[in-house]
């Protein structure tokens, strides 16, 4: 499964290539794309999994970027 959330700030590149990179090493991700510029997350995931993918692709971000936000609906 793959979907689109619009992220809210994030505010610099270098954070979204490190949330990208520590995304991409869970288990069940078939890619991901974090855009700085876009300010989107593209998150490509087994279908099975995909919310319990996101929600640790959810922690990571917070992590690394505490004020930045992926708005799920």
């Known amino acids: 499964m793959k979907k689109t959330f619009v992220m809210e700030d994030l505010d610099c590149a270098h954070c979204a290539a490190k949330m990208e990179e520590a995304i991409r090493k869970l288990e069940g991700v078939n ?3 974090v855009s700085y510029i876009a300010q989107k997350f ?4 087994e279908d099975a999994r995909f919310d319990e993918i996101l ?12 004020d930045c936000r992926i708005i799920v609906k």
């Open 31 to 33: 890619s991901v794309t």
């Open 42 to 45: 593209v998150l490509d995931a």
């Open 55 to 66: 929600k640790e692709a959810v922690k990571i971000c917070r992590k690394v970027e505490p």
